[in-house]
């Protein structure tokens, strides 16, 4: 085989298209190299795949020309160039080495999915050092996501939206579990979106595409950044259907957002962050504005959703109490009290009176 180079590079090569019908280059022509004598490179198949072992410094710049050349000049859509795929490890300089030259661009192979859109190389430098990495996914990193995307929708912070689906991407592309994780991971992270949404506008119609029509959509993204895009195109929707044209200002966004989750354990020092401002000056400008600390509106909001609820008498003043927002009934009474002058129970005795 002619190993008597003084460096060597392991080059896979792969067809980039999902079309059996486009058209792929050959090694040789892709660099324009001869394999004169057998001392340019070695080849062969493995998995429909074409595994490369290029030798000597000739054949390596030649290589590396090439990707230069890429880069800079991506290929047109359709052409041959476009139907490409290529992994490649690191340049060795010993016979012993070239394993791990091939095992690089093997993992690279599989990294394919996590490309960006038209991305059509992988290099050594690009392969995350996922066995010393502590990230993976887990329950309390769904959670994560899910809590902030869907906080950052019903604030209709459209920049908070695509900087976490930004970080989402981020933290999927250095995790150490398989595709087949990822995939189910994003599936689950939208479900969980939507369900949420759903609950929150029960009474919009939110044009989600169905389950099933999610889970095929996803499983039938070849990347990364489909499956965020297609997260992202729901995210839109959501922020078309629930917004409002009117709502021009921050403290609108807000008193809109209280209106809608009054119900949570919602804080100042929770919303201010993603509004974009501190909890301090926040509070200063709620006041000034409404005429009332955030904590008072959101108690008034509160009572009165309650009071509602008291004249449908159908549930108990303690499943009342938390289905407002309070988890302590107690608290819940005096709060009633100094509001509306009276108990609970005593508002729904003398609901006749008062309708």
Not at 328 to 343: A, C, E, I, L, Q
């Amino acid at each position: 085989m002619n190993l008597s180079a003084d460096i060597y590079q392991v080059v896979i090569y792969e067809k980039f298209s999902t079309n059996p019908g486009d058209i792929c280059y050959s090694f040789a022509d892709l660099l324009k190299i001869t394999n004169k004598g057998n001392h340019t490179f070695e080849h062969f198949e493995e998995e429909g795949n074409e595994v490369i072992l290029l030798k000597g410094s000739f054949a390596l710049s030649k290589f590396q020309n090439f990707l230069s050349h890429y880069e800079q000049n991506p290929p047109q859509p359709g052409s041959p160039l476009d139907s490409l795929f290529l992994a490649f490890g690191r340049p060795v300089h010993s016979l012993d080495e070239i394993y791990l030259s091939y095992e690089e661009a093997s993992t690279l192979c599989k990294r394919r999915f996590f490309c960006m859109q038209g991305q059509h190389t992988l290099g050594y430098d690009e392969l995350p050092d996922v066995r010393n990495c502590n990230l993976e996914i887990t329950n309390e990193k769904l959670e994560e996501f899910c809590n902030l995307l869907t906080d950052y929708l019903l604030a209709s912070n459209r920049n908070k939206v695509a900087e976490t689906l930004f970080d989402l991407e981020e933290f999927l592309y250095n995790v150490k579990n398989d595709i087949t994780s990822v995939r189910l991971f994003l599936t689950d992270l939208y479900f969980r979106i939507k369900e949420k949404i759903n609950h929150i506008y029960s009474t919009m119609e939110i044009p989600f595409p169905t389950n099933a029509e999610a889970i095929d959509r996803i499983e039938n993204c070849h990347y990364l950044y489909e499956i965020i895009l297609f997260i992202s195109e729901q995210t839109e929707k959501v922020l078309c259907t629930v917004g409002n044209s009117s709502r021009n200002t921050i403290l609108d966004d807000i008193l809109y957002y209280i209106d809608h989750n009054y119900q949570n354990n919602i804080k100042l020092e929770g919303i201010a962050p993603l509004f974009g401002y501190n909890s301090a000056y926040l509070g200063k400008i709620f006041n000034k504005t409404v005429g009332e600390n955030f904590n008072a509106y959101v108690d008034h909001k509160r009572i009165e959703q309650s009071k509602e609820l008291l004249k449908e008498n159908r549930l108990k003043v303690y499943e009342i109490a938390e289905q407002v927002g309070y988890k302590n009934v107690d608290y819940f009474h005096k709060k009633f009290k100094k509001y509306v002058g009276m108990s609970p129970a005593e508002f729904r005795k003398n609901l006749p009176d008062q309708i």
